[in-house]
């Protein structure tokens, strides 16, 4: 079997793995507290919970920034996603993630996550334009 091949019975055989146990509510209008509040908490939803103190900087966009910016607006205008969707993909891509990429970087994560997942791209075709970009930016440097 090839990679692709084999790449693809991978992916297929994980997609509906899901980290934990999920119970079907009988109804959404009596749960537990506790179920209640793991609800409200995303991990976006930061406030209120303990942090160091930092400083805020005024910091101008870098050109990949706004790049990614524009293309996720673009994949909103184009019907990809809406920005809902992006927000739960964020959510969805775990703490470590979530808490260990800047803002944009996690953007684009769940803009390849997304566009690979609804079939839009391929994964070798997001891999060989990976390969491409790294090349030219290597080619400038």
Not at 86 to 102: I, K
Request: include cysteine; hydrophobic fraction near 40%.
């Amino acid at each position: 079997m090839s990679a692709p091949n084999r790449f693809d019975e991978l992916q297929h055989r994980v997609a509906d793995l899901a980290p934990v146990f999920r119970e079907p509510l009988d109804s959404p209008y009596e749960i537990s507290n506790d179920l209640f509040a793991a609800l409200r908490h995303v991990l976006h939803d930061v406030g209120g919970q303990p942090d160091i103190p930092i400083e805020y900087q005024e910091k101008e966009e870098e050109p990949w920034e706004m790049s990614t910016y524009v293309t996720c607006e673009c994949l909103g205008w184009r019907g990809v996603w809406n920005s809902e969707e992006r927000r739960r993909a964020e959510n969805d891509l775990g703490a470590t993630l979530y808490f260990g990429l800047p803002y944009y970087a996690r953007w684009v994560t769940v803009a390849a996550k997304t566009l690979v997942a609804k079939g839009l791209i391929t994964p070798d075709e997001l891999s060989a334009k990976l390969d491409e970009v790294r090349a030219r930016r290597e080619a400038r440097a």
